[in-house]
Nanobody
Framework: QVQLIESGGGLVQAGGSLRLSCAASGRTLDFNAMGWFRQVPGKEREFVSTISWNGKITNYSDSVKGRFTISRDNAANTVYLQMNSLKPEDTANYYC?????????????????WGQGTQVTVSS
């Protein structure tokens, strides 16, 4: 059983930065693609970013492209999301997810394991 634990969320002013981490336990995820999604209460879950098993392929939603960077450290079984130039509209609960497949995916239904989420709040 895979457990994903997110950390790094918090309150930040607009224009600031945060770095989210997602630590996996239960099994190594060296050959699994990973992703970040976010959700605001009352709205649908939104794709943020994804990374392939070896880190060579990444993809971002248009709303975060150029501001967020996804990366992974397979030795540490951890995925990161560096968020710069944060905007109030980035406020959401951010979830880490893992696929069984090695290829990056942008759809939530492509992911088998999910973390509990970490809250990011950006004040104006």
């Amino acid at each position: 059983q895979v457990q994903l634990i997110e950390s790094g969320g918090g309150l930040v002013q607009a224009g600031g930065s945060l770095r989210l981490s997602c630590a996996a336990s239960g099994r190594t995820l060296d050959f699994n693609a990973m992703g970040w999604f976010r959700q605001v209460p009352g709205k649908e879950r939104e794709f943020v970013s994804t990374i392939s098993w070896n880190g060579k392929i990444t993809n971002y939603s248009d709303s975060v492209k150029g501001r967020f960077t996804i990366s992974r450290d397979n030795a540490a079984n951890t995925v990161y999301l560096q968020m710069n130039s944060l905007k109030p509209e980035d406020t959401a609960n951010y979830y880490c997810a893992a696929r069984t497949a090695p290829t990056a995916g942008i759809q939530g239904n492509q992911y088998s394991w999910w973390g509990q989420g970490t809250q990011v709040t950006v004040s104006s």
